[in-house]
């Protein structure tokens, strides 16, 4: 008798240890998932709606790779021909005309210009290109566009023009309306 309530007590304090164990391990990973680096963000994603009046949307995704930010942009409901494609100052798409995205997004106060330029704002992504049946597809790599720091372009917002860009007009390339606008997200 005294043996076995010996064990039973011996099982009882394994048991409790085990609990308190699994919940300090529980914490550690709460604590460790909370201070989790941005570093480790690698993909991005922004869902274009269309503006008031616009039948365009599409699908914008961003990817690290390396030093440089994969862009690949699938749009439809376009008019065929360039249309004005650029990274705004804000991810808020609220207003009907999408004029609450601001500005392009232009954290190193450079004048608007083309992609392939060294002065520009980090926005310029220049135009996309939409065929007969009103689908414009993009891949571009950029090394100014980043997921960290001030260059980051998580929360900003991505906007699809009317017309072209003509990559000169300041501040804005004279693109004209807005016809889409969403929101960058970080992805998985
Ligand atoms: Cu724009
Ligand atoms: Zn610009």
New binding site residues.
């Given amino acids: 008798m005294k043996i076995r309530s010996t064990m039973l007590f011996a099982l009882l304090v394994t048991g409790s240890l085990l609990i308190v164990d699994s919940g300090f391990a529980r914490k550690n990973e709460a604590s460790q998932a909370a201070q989790a680096p941005a570093a480790s963000i690698t993909r991005a994603v922004a869902v274009l709606h269309p503006t008031e009046g616009s039948q365009v949307r599409g699908l914008v995704t961003f990817t690290q790779v390396g030093g440089e930010v994969r862009v690949v942009a699938d749009i439809e409901g376009l008019s065929a021909g360039s249309h ?3 990274i ?1 100052e804000f991810g808020d798409c609220s207003a009907r005309d999408a004029t609450s995205a601001g500005g ?1 997004f232009n954290p190193m106060a450079m004048p608007h210009g083309a992609p392939a330029d060294t002065r520009r704002h980090v ?1 310029d992504l220049g135009n996309l290109t939409a065929g007969a049946d009103g689908k414009a597809h993009l891949e571009w790599s950029d090394s100014r566009l980043a997921f960290t720091g001030s260059q980051s372009i998580l929360g900003r917002g991505v ?1 699809v ?1 009317a017309n072209a ?1 003509d990559l000169r007009t300041q501040p ?2 004279n ?1 004209g309306g ?1 016809l889409a606008c969403g929101s960058i997200g970080v992805a998985k």
Avoid: L
Wanted: hydrophobic share 25%; charged share 15%.
């Fill in positions: 004005g494609f650029h705004h392009h926005g906007i023009h860009d804005t390339g693109a807005r």
